[in-house]
């Protein structure tokens, strides 16, 4: 039996390789103890301006009003029981957000494909890599990762970088990869540089999750071979910070 | 120690299992350790594994009946030592990273042996002409075939068989297939294999993720219009 048939992992992808990197024990409570993991109002929003976008792509002729109500729909459906005093505040981001992302890849035309399914084999890991793109022009030879934010970033952030390389590697060399980084104010689109050295770093990371599950089928005891750093955004969620004191007692 | 060599033994962290082909039979081995024993295990059909051909060190290696082997390398490319002593023949030595259906791990490959040599020779030949095309990536190989050689000499009549490795893929670095210079590699010193020591291929740098803004593609059309 593998070390991800014991715990139950059929595959990896870019955002549990990024977990694992930054917040070991957070991936261990998900992965290994199968712990909930409430997602928060702002990656809520990611997903509503995403949806909000992707109808305005789709249908180039929607008025952005139409986008934005399609993001306020699904953010209030998604938020729905939420008592999380952030939603306000993700809430109010979102028109300018979807206004600003149109703007920015509007033209390029309509996306051959939306959350496309990516699948790729790492040579000595049991399971396989996989991970979803949000928009490919296949006849611009482009693909687009969108993320959402308060700022913009002067560069393509390095968990970002890993994620898209492994879009590139399976969807051809001869697409240009890029992250689309849109706040209520400003957008800013930029192209992926050195996508084998961030694929590499995240076949790495896969390779080392799979040699660190190895060393034992039990969850504790994995557990007691890192500390969470109990500030970091992965354990502010109340439930999840109960369960680190629990398990760690920090 | 002015000339920067180490004559000392590099310790049990030098100890690095090993598959081992053997010439005579055209077979390759995996030799595992077993209750304190040696057991050797026939991979020669299955063999497939990652070579680490950037670090491939060649040079001359003696194998004394029933003793350690003693090594005098340097790394491909570098300077390479003078010959210890009568009993040393050139050789080479890499270390591979075998697939899990082999047996999954690390191993060192080392011989003496001409047609063994040959055969790690082709290899390389097909390492480096693919190498431009797959950045940072190592080769794979299978063990295609073994094709016996015969020579004569001294009125014998002698038959060894030469590994036939198929370059199948290339793939990023192992993690686990970090090179350390060796204390008895050519002008090593222990304290330099440890600064030294590379555990990825690639620049020396962290890799830039991207800075550069672009915008949507202009239709072809719109260019001409």
């Known amino acids: 039996m593998s070390p991800f048939e014991r715990y139950g992992i ?24 199968k712990r909930s993991n409430p997602v928060g109002p702002a990656a809520h929003r990611g997903t509503s301006v995403e949806t909000g976008i992707a109808h305005g792509l789709q249908y180039p002729h929607a008025p952005v009003e139409e986008c934005i109500s399609k993001a306020l729909e699904q953010f209030n459906t998604l938020c729905a029981l939420s008592i999380d005093s952030r939603a306000d505040k993700e809430r109010s981001a979102i028109p300018e957000m979807v206004k600003t992302g149109l703007v920015e890849l509007r033209p390029y035309g309509i996306p051959s494909s939306i959350q496309g399914h990516v699948s790729h084999e790492v040579e000595g890991l049991s399971v396989p890599l996989i991970g979803y793109y949000d928009f490919e022009w296949a006849h611009k030879n482009v693909l687009i990762d969108l993320k959402t934010s308060h700022t913009v970033p002067s560069k393509i952030k390095l968990p970002h970088a890993r994620k898209v390389s492994l879009y590139k590697a399976v969807r051809g060399d001869h697409l240009s990869a ?36 190895s060393l034992s089928d039990d969850p504790l005891e994995l557990a007691s071979l890192v500390v969470p750093d109990v500030d970091s955004f992965y354990y502010a969620d109340a439930v999840t910070r109960q369960e680190v004191y629990q398990i760690w007692g920090v | 120690m002015a000339i920067g060599i180490n004559y000392e033994s590099g310790g049990s962290d030098d100890i690095i299992p090993i598959v081992k082909y053997d010439a005579k039979a055209g077979r390759m081995f995996r030799r595992d350790r077993v209750n304190g024993d040696n057991e050797q295990v026939d991979i020669t059909r299955s063999f497939k594994a990652v070579f680490d051909f950037e670090n491939l060190e060649t040079g001359h290696i003696a194998f004394p009946v029933g003793g350690a082997p003693d090594f005098a390398l340097a790394r491909i490319g570098d300077r390479a030592p003078e010959k210890p002593s009568a009993d040393h023949r050139q050789g080479a030595r890499i270390l591979v990273k075998l697939t899990k259906d082999c047996g999954g791990d690390v191993r ?53 068989y030469s590994p036939v490795f198929e370059l199948t893929s290339w793939v990023a670095r192992p993690s686990d297939l970090t090179y350390i210079p060796r204390a008895k590699s050519a002008g090593i010193t222990a304290s330099a294999a440890a600064a030294t020591a590379t555990t990825h291929a690639g620049s020396s740098t962290p890799p830039a993720t991207g800075s550069s803004r672009v915008s949507a593609p202009v239709d072809a059309e719109e260019d001409f219009g």
Do not use: W
């Open chain 2, 108 to 160: 060192e490959l080392a011989s003496t042996a001409k047609a063994f040599l040959r055969g790690l020779d082709a290899a390389h030949d097909a390492y480096e002409a693919g190498m431009a095309a797959n950045p940072g990536k190592l080769p794979v190989y299978i063990l295609k075939d073994t094709v016996p050689i015969t020579s004569e000499g001294g009125g014998n009549k002698t038959t060894n």
């Open chain 1, 178 to 213: 890029r992250i689309t980084y849109c706040a209520p104010k400003k957008v800013a689109t930029y192209e992926l540089e050195n996508y084998r050295e961030h694929l590499s770093a995240l076949e790495r990371i896969c390779l080392t999750i799979q040699k660190f599950l």
């Open chain 1, 10 to 33: 059929a595959h990896l992808s870019p955002s549990s390789c990024n977990t694992f990197s930054a917040a070991p024990a957070a991936f261990i409570l998900q992965k290994c103890m």
